[in-house]
C-alpha cells in the first residue's frame, strides 16, 4: 500500500515543485493540494493510519513548530518531516526536538529527500509488520434469520470501543444488511465503493469510506442497492478485511446467513467466531448442524465461541444439556431483555448507551471483556490460523454440493 504524504506549508511554490517530484513516486501517495499551517492538524486528522507530513519552515518557523508540537501531542500516527533553507546547525536541532524524524534542506537535492523518505518508510514497514497480529477479525455468524446476530455485533463492536479499542464493523449481509439501519446512520459510501477502488486505497480513503457513529464505532456499509451485491467477489472481500485488519483493533463483522463462498472465506480469516443463538430446539438443531458443517470445512474449533442470546433459565432444559446436544461449551450468554433492546435499535444507540445499567447491558460489556481476553490466552492467532489451514476454500467446495 502506498504510504500518503500531507504536504503542510505557507509556501506553496516550493511545496508544489516537491510535489510534482513526489507524484512520481510509485511508492507515495501525495496529496494534491498544499496545507496551511491552520489547516494541518485538522487534514491530519483524517487519516487512520501512518502518514508522512512533510512541514515548511520557510515562512513562519515558529508557526511551524507550534503546529508540529500539537501534531506530535495529538496525533501519534504522523510522521514528521521538516525542511527549510536553513542550514544552520541549531535550526535542525530544533526541529529534531520539536519531532521531527527528518530534515531536508532547500533547494531540494532529490537523493536527499528520498533517502530521507525511505528511512521513515522502514519504520512505517516494521511497525506495520511488529502490529499486523493486533487486528483481529471477529465473526458474528449465525445460519438462520431472527436469533439477534446483528445486534450481537453491533452492541460487541460499541462495547469494544467503550473498552478503548478502535473497531470497525462491517456489514457483509450484502443484499440486506441492516447495521446502517440499527445505529439510524446514513451512509454516503458502502463496501462497493471500496471494491472499485481497491488499488487506490490509502488512509484518507479508507477513513473518507467509513461512517461514523455516536458511540465511535466506524462501520463499512453494506450497498445502497441489493443487486449490486453479486459485484462484491470473495476476494474483494479478502482484500478489504485485510486493509481494515491492519487498521483497526478489531474489525467485528455481521456475517451472510447463506454458507457460501464469502461466508467462508470471512470464516477462514476470522481470528474468532461467535456463532449466535437461541435456546429452543429448533435453533439448537440448526446450529448443530452448523458445527457439523464447520467440522467438514476444517475450520479451527479453537476459535468458535457459542453465543446463547435471549436466554432464558429454564427447567426444561439446562446450559448442560444444550452443550451436550451440540457438542460444545456456551462462551456466552445475554439476557432476553426485549424492550432495552428494541428501544436501543429505535433510537439509533448501543445497548449501553441506551440503559448501561441494565442486565443486557452488563452482559454485553461482560461479553466485551471476555472477547479481549480470550485473545490473550487461547484463541488461534492469525500465525497460527495461516500455518495450519490448507485452503479453506477449496474444501468448501466439496461441502456446498452437499448443501443443494
Known sequence: MKLPICLIGDDNKTLAALRQQLERQAAYAVESKVCSHGDALERLRGYTGPVIAVMDLSRDPDRAYA??????SKLPH???VMTSPSHNPNEILRAMRSGAEEFITQPFDWPEVINSLEAIRSKVDVHTSRTAERGQIVAVSSNKGGVGSTTVATNLAACLVAHKRSVCLVDLVLQFGSVTSFLNLEASYTILD???NLKKIDPMFLDGSLVKHASGIRVLAEPFYAEDARRITPADIEEILEVLSQSF???VVDTPKEFDESLALVLDKANMILFVT???VPSLKSAHRAFELFSRM?????????VLNRFIKSKLMSLESAEKALGAKVFWTL????????AAVNQGLSIQDCDPRSDIARSYSGLADAVVESFSTAVVSRREADEKRVGLLDRWMPVRGLLK
Not at 476444517?298 to 457459542?306: C, D, P, Q, S, T
Not at 439476557?335 to 428494541?342: D, E, G, S
Open 67 to 72: 503546529v508540529a508540537a500539537e501534531v506530535k
Open 78 to 80: 504522523v510522521r514528521l
Open 194 to 196: 471500496l471494491v472499485k
Open 249 to 251: 483493533d478489531f474489525v
Open 278 to 280: 437461541e435456546m429452543d
Open 298 to 306: 476444517g475450520i479451527h474449533e479453537k476459535k468458535i465461541r457459542l
Open 335 to 342: 439476557p432476553n431483555n426485549y424492550p432495552t433492546a428494541i
